[in-house]
């Protein structure tokens, strides 16, 4: 029970496991502020969110285990895969940082997500379309809670806009793999399981632009690398993050609570 398994290369797979590995990895960051967030309410309000995004990633897994030549359900692909078949964006990955750091994480992340799932509400895969349906009304609530923070932060005290500063200019060299299409994406636009990732960023520029206007942010000068964890190639941290993710699974094989 504790083997790893390795997806296969179905297009339509891969394409669900990029935005499921997104939404669950970003998830594992996220609820890493459970018990250190600042005040009481805001630790509810990022359990809330993680939650939101491990269902969401949880639907998306068990679709995607279902259409694998081999089917695996979601148990398998969240906790058995080994690191290079994990195909998140580097963003989603990197430490939880501060909380000005986290924030910004989490707009860039809702923006990108909530042009996704409304367009995902329209896919050829009815139960896709299904998921979006209820992910997207829980993306305009993480959205919206992102963005009060980053104007409350950048728009705050000297510390508060520079710590936003720092933040944005260190996530902004991983904003480009967000919306580099490549023959996966064309695939799901081929027969309308999801729209290419190329497609979101006007949204997505539209949507940042307006919040780091209101929070009296400059908007950090684009670079043209581009990561590729969504090709299973990571950073050093993904090792680290997965061996807490995966420690209960790989000791007690099969467990369930």
């Not at 590729?228 to 609570?257: C, D, I, K």
């Amino acid at each position: 029970m504790n083997a790893s398994v390795q997806p296969g290369q179905r297009a339509d797979v891969q394409y669900l496991l990029r935005i499921g590995d997104a939404c669950l990895v970003l998830s594992h960051r996220i609820s890493e502020w459970i018990g250190h967030a600042p005040i009481l309410e805001e630790e509810l309000a990022l359990g809330n969110i993680a939650l939101d995004l491990l269902g969401q990633s949880r639907a998306l897994l068990t679709r995607a285990g279902q259409l694998n030549e081999q089917p695996l359900d979601e148990d398998q692909l969240a906790y058995l895969r080994e690191e290079r078949h994990y195909l998140n964006p580097v963003m989603m990955e990197l430490p939880r940082g501060d909380f000005a750091f986290t924030q910004a994480r989490n707009l860039i992340a809702a923006c990108w997500l909530m042009p996704m799932w409304t367009r995902l509400q329209a896919s050829s895969d009815a139960e896709v379309a299904a998921i979006a349906a209820k992910a997207v009304k829980e993306v305009r609530y993480h959205q919206q809670h992102a963005a009060e923070w980053v104007v409350r932060l950048g728009d705050g005290t000297e510390e508060s806009a520079q710590r936003m500063k720092a933040a944005l200019a260190q996530l902004w060299p991983y904003v480009n793999e967000l919306f580099a299409s490549d023959e996966i994406d064309a695939a799901a636009e081929t027969s309308g399981l999801g729209p290419a990732w190329s497609s979101l960023k006007p949204d997505w520029d539209a949507a940042m632009d307006e919040v780091l206007a209101e929070a009296q942010l400059a908007r950090p000068k684009d670079t043209p690398h581009v990561y590729t964890g969504v090709r299973g190639v990571h950073s050093e941290h993904m090792g680290h993050m997965l061996a807490t993710m995966q420690s209960l699974q790989r000791s007690y094989p099969g467990g369930v609570w």
